[in-house]
């Protein structure tokens, strides 16, 4: 990495960003730019997970994942699915290939800048934007069969929120 000197001669702190978009992962990353400037990066990436039959039901061999959100469209395929009478022994499968649930992308974003008021005195000030890009991630599709929205996923995950900001400002002496 190459080092860069500002109108000062002083070195300025490389520029760097490090963020992943697929897969199961965190990273957290940081920008540096000159004049004590701080954007801290984090995104959070992972699949869902398979999606787990508990009741006694009557199932499909296989089932075709479809992928749709909403109240009135479906995650799965549906049909083949019908509830067993009372007292049967299950035989369906606990889960199918390739059917998992939604998966869940979060991106959190921070921006601070610090000014020098005199040699000793300092004040910083911080943004903070969790689900910066406030997008949605859906729950587990409805896995019980008699219900009138099996298959569809139509709620926003547990404890997911939209886009929060907070800022801040910190006095140093």
Known sequence: MQSRTDATN????SQKLNSRTSGASSSPGRVSLPGSQNIPA????????????????????????????????????TAGFAAQPSFTRRSNPWYFDALT??????????????????ERLRVSIRLDAFNALNGMN??????????????????????????QVQYSARLEF
């Open 10 to 13: 002083r070195p300025c702190p």
């Open 101 to 118: 649930g939604p998966g869940f992308k979060n991106m959190d974003l921070a921006i601070s800048k610090r000014f020098n008021i005199t």
């Open 138 to 163: 859906w729950a587990t599709p409805n896995l019980t069969v008699t219900a009138s929205d099996f298959g569809k996923t139509n709620t926003q995950a547990t404890g997911y929120f939209g886009r």
């Open 42 to 77: 984090s995104t959070l990436s992972k699949p869902g997970a398979p999606l787990i039959f508990t009741g006694a039901l009557i199932a499909p061999s296989t089932v075709r994942k479809i992928g749709k959100t909403g109240i009135y469209d479906t995650w799965f395929d």
